[in-house]
């Protein structure tokens, strides 16, 4: 979209009709401000939402050394943003500029108006996920800070973190950044405390986990001890989807990811074969979109959320969380999808996070960008990564176990291989050895027709091989393959675990009210239509199943 328009979708103007209608969906109250007299401050959490009868408030980013005007809003706007309908605190402060009037809505109530006056909602839907992209493509908004060495593997994991979970935040190289000495002074730290994750002044985390990240950033949400209708285990594509469905018909519906919504496809930079994107979309952008949707809907999602164990109480789900939590579901849907298996050579663990990389997005580009980088893998995940690094790194190799760059790649991404001049395929290719001093400097390669060997100097290997299904969590009730992924369907009735006196459902484990989606699932087709497609059948499945209660 162009600029001039994503601005004006952005920033709308609600008309009088509109704001009646607004005020009628949910309750609202007309609040006086005097100048200067602050509404909400940048990381408070359930903070309101305004719409502007009178006056002028003004959108400030304080979130970095020195205020910056983002938008100053007249009669008929509405202040928020994206963050407030998922449950984040505010990213941004507003205050009065001028004695103003504003209608004052609580987010639950904001929720009602998306959900039930669609005209109205729809406005504000858009204007928030317009608002998110033009915040993160302003360049100007400083958002969370991350001060720390591009070289460090934690500075590389908290990196990873912020931007699969969509955060807005400047990272501070330690090894290039000329005022990165002087900010940490300002806190009170040395070098010896990075990385450090800055959120204006109030939230200072010395190497923070996932975990502590998500609680200061409102990610991780807390958990009701309530029977919950169905608990979904794992945020990609196939879990999203099911929130989406389960919430919107009226399920009680918890989703439990352990890092970032959106799973492998949110690693990915460019989908193009999922239905209604024919331009393509990244699995970031499509995963946004799905955790607004499932927010709307009134699904909870709490990340940095880890499942650790499955028990049964009865007929319902006990699955235990890592810290101690629990959570209790009458029905559960298995949506832990797969990864990436580690290379099986010679010095990789070492220098995982400081040169060995499981996904290709703007993050790990920039640490090898100009450079040679090495591909592993030769599937579309590898076939993409190739494509998408082509253009930021001088030369990308892209090595393949087999001899045909179209046996396990969609033939439109090996076509678009053979056409780009700084990739080159080396088939029947393996790696053998990696080295360096602390990062990653040389791979030695091996021809395993040849027996030719050859060392290629590269900061970066991507490596995209043999997935494997998150399944450890499980108890032996749910059976799985030979290969670990969860088997399910008909045959499941012949399981000694099966219990019930039906047939089992197609997605159905081998225990009732239990279900797998996804590439997790023994079987299913290991693509993003498919998981959601699942996602949204199992939901099916588990009104059935309620149904039979
Ligand atoms: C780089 C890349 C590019 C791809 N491109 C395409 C493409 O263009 N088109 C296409 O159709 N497919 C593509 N795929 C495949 C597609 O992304 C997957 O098929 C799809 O994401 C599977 O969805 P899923 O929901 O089943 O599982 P996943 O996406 O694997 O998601 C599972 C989620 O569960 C979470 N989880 C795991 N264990 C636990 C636990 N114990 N507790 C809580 N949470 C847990 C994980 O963190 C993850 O977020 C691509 C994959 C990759 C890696």
């Not at 949910?26 to 602050?38: D, E, F, I, N, P």
């Not at 010679?346 to 450079?371: I, K, M, W």
Request: hydrophobic letters at 40%.
């Amino acid at each position: 979209m162009p600029e001039h328009d994503l601005q004006s979708v952005a920033f709308p103007k609600l008309d009088r009709s509109q704001i009646e209608a607004l005020s009628g969906c949910a309750s609202a109250s007309l609040v006086r401000y005097k100048t200067g007299q602050k509404l909400f401050q940048v990381g408070d959490r359930d903070y309101r939402f305004f719409v502007i009868v009178s006056g002028e408030i003004e959108i400030v980013d304080e979130s970095g050394e020195t205020p910056k005007t983002i938008v100053v809003h007249t009669a008929g706007s509405f202040t928020g943003e994206m963050g407030q309908l998922t449950g984040r605190p505010a990213i941004a402060s507003a205050v009065a500029r001028t004695d103003s009037e504003a209608y004052e809505v609580t987010t639950d109530a904001l929720r009602q108006i998306v959900n039930r006056c669609p005209e109205v909602g729809d406005i504000i839907l858009q204007a928030f996920i317009a608002r998110r992209q033009l915040l993160r493509e302003s360049g100007s908004f400083t958002g969370i800070r991350v001060i720390g060495s591009r070289y460090s593997h934690d500075t590389f994991r908290i990196r990873d973190f912020l931007a699969r979970n969509r955060s807005l935040f400047t990272f501070l190289d330690l090894e290039s950044h000329p005022e990165v000495g002087e900010l940490l002074g300002r806190f009170g730290l040395s070098v010896q405390d990075t990385p450090v994750v800055a959120w204006g002044k109030q939230v200072v985390l010395r190497n923070p986990s996932n975990r502590e990240i998500a609680e200061a950033l409102g990610l991780r949400r807390p958990l009701e001890q309530t029977v919950y209708d169905l608990a979904i285990v794992g945020a990609g594509p196939g879990g999203l989807a099911a929130s989406v469905y389960g919430a919107s018909e009226g399920l009680s519906t918890v989703v439990l990811e352990r890092t970032a919504p959106g799973g492998q496809a949110g690693t990915s930079m460019r989908i193009e074969n999922y239905l209604g994107f024919p331009t393509g979309i990244t699995g970031g952008d499509l995963a946004e979109r799905a955790i607004v949707q499932a927010n709307k809907f009134g699904a909870i999602l709490s990340v940095a959320t880890p499942v650790v164990s499955l028990t049964f109480d009865n007929a319902y789900s006990v699955l235990a969380l890592e810290g101690g939590e629990s959570i209790v579901a009458k029905c559960l849907l298995i949506a832990t999808g797969a990864e990436y298996r580690r290379l099986d050579v010679d010095g990789c663990a070492r220098f995982e996070g400081s040169g060995v990389y499981y996904a290709a997005t703007p993050n790990e580009v920039q640490l090898c960008q100009g450079a040679e980088v090495v591909i592993v893998g030769g599937g579309n995940a590898a076939g993409q990564a190739a494509v998408y690094l082509s253009r930021h790194a001088r030369r990308v190799y892209l090595l393949i176990r087999g001899n045909d760059l179209y046996k396990s790649m969609s033939a439109y991404l090996a076509h678009r291989i053979e056409q780009t001049p700084n990739i080159e395929v080396l088939l029947n290719t393996t790696v053998r050895r990696m080295s360096g001093d602390g990062r990653l400097a040389s791979v030695e390669i091996v021809n395993s027709e040849t027996g030719e060997t050859r060392t290629l100097e590269t900061p970066a290997v991507f490596s995209f091989i043999g997935a494997t299904p998150h399944t450890d969590w499980l108890p032996v009730e749910i059976e799985r393959d030979e290969k670990r992924f969860v088997r399910t369907g008909p045959a499941m009735a012949q399981s000694a675990h099966w219990t019930a006196r039906r047939q089992p459902f197609l997605l159905e484990t081998s225990r009732p009210g239990v279900f797998a989606a996804g590439d997790v699932r023994s079987g299913s087709v290991k693509r993003v239509a498919s998981a959601v497609g699942e996602g949204a059948m199992a939901v099916q499945f588990v009104h059935e199943y309620l149904k039979e209660k």
